[in-house]
T-cell receptor, first 115, second 114 residues
Framework: QKEVEQNSGPLSVPEGAIASLNCTYSDRGSQSFFWYRQYSGKSPELIMF????GDKEDGRFTAQLNKASQYVSLLIRDSQPSDSATYLCAVNWKDRGSTLGRLYFGRGTQLTVWP | KAGVTQTPRYLIKTRGQQVTLSCSPISGHRSVSWYQQTPGQGLQFLFE???????NKGNFPGRFSGRQFSNSRSEMNVSTLELGDSALYLCASSRLRTDTGELFFGEGSRLTVL
């Protein structure tokens, strides 16, 4: 059973702080991991992807991957109120018997950044 | 460049009816996938179409079906609606396969079943 687990939150941090969002996954077979952001009433949008162990930085965002621990995280530095949204972790897996992968999404962590 | 367009945005149906939702992908994108989003289950994969062929399917009953046309536009149909089908249905397009992870989502069609 392939599962992507996220703490649903809400996670509340003050403006300027570091927000840390965590995600664990059940199957070691995946090679690619994604973070989507979904504002209330809007559709998800891709903000980060990571394929290799270690850190990947993009502006204020850092994705961290540890395949041995089956753990991927997203750090948001200097958090802003505009970062308030639900963050969805997604993992790419191939279903048994299929040659094609697809994304499995976690249920998301709701982040609130207060001024 | 225009984004993914879904119609209708909101609709209300009663149990037993059927519904058809439409999705126009970003120009040049050949893959369309459909997701159901509910507060309890999150984003659940329904199916993926590429070049008019269904390439992958999630664990939904046969009441849920879809198709893709030669212009990459896609429709999904739900027959014999049940109360539990109330959800936001999201369409996502990608240039190639959806497992590349770079999905562009439409605003969704919010279905309420009474």
């Amino acid at each position: 059973q392939k599962e992507v687990e996220q703490n649903s939150g809400p996670l509340s941090v003050p403006e300027g702080a570091i927000a840390s969002l965590n995600c664990t996954y059940s199957d070691r077979g995946s090679q690619s991991f994604f973070w989507y952001r979904q504002y209330s009433g809007k559709s998800p949008e891709l903000i980060m992807f990571i394929y290799s162990n270690g850190d990947k930085e993009d502006g204020r965002f850092t994705a961290q991957l540890n395949k041995a621990s089956q753990y991927v995280s997203l750090l948001i530095r200097d958090s802003q109120p505009s970062d308030s949204a639900t963050y969805l972790c997604a993992v790419n897996w191939k279903d048994r018997g299929s040659t094609l992968g697809r994304l499995y999404f976690g249920r998301g962590t709701q982040l609130t950044v207060w001024p | 460049k225009a984004g993914v367009t879904q119609t209708p945005r909101y609709l209300i149906k009663t149990r037993g009816q059927q519904v058809t939702l439409s999705c126009s992908p970003i120009s040049g994108h050949r893959s369309v996938s459909w997701y159901q989003q509910t507060p309890g289950q999150g984003l659940q994969f329904l199916f993926e179409y590429f070049s008019e062929t269904q390439r992958n399917k999630g664990n939904f009953p046969g009441r849920f079906s879809g198709r893709q046309f030669s212009n990459s536009r896609s429709e999904m149909n739900v027959s014999t609606l049940e109360l539990g089908d109330s959800a936001l249905y999201l369409c996502a397009s990608s240039r190639l396969r959806t497992d590349t992870g770079e999905l562009f989502f439409g605003e969704g069609s919010r279905l309420t079943v009474l």
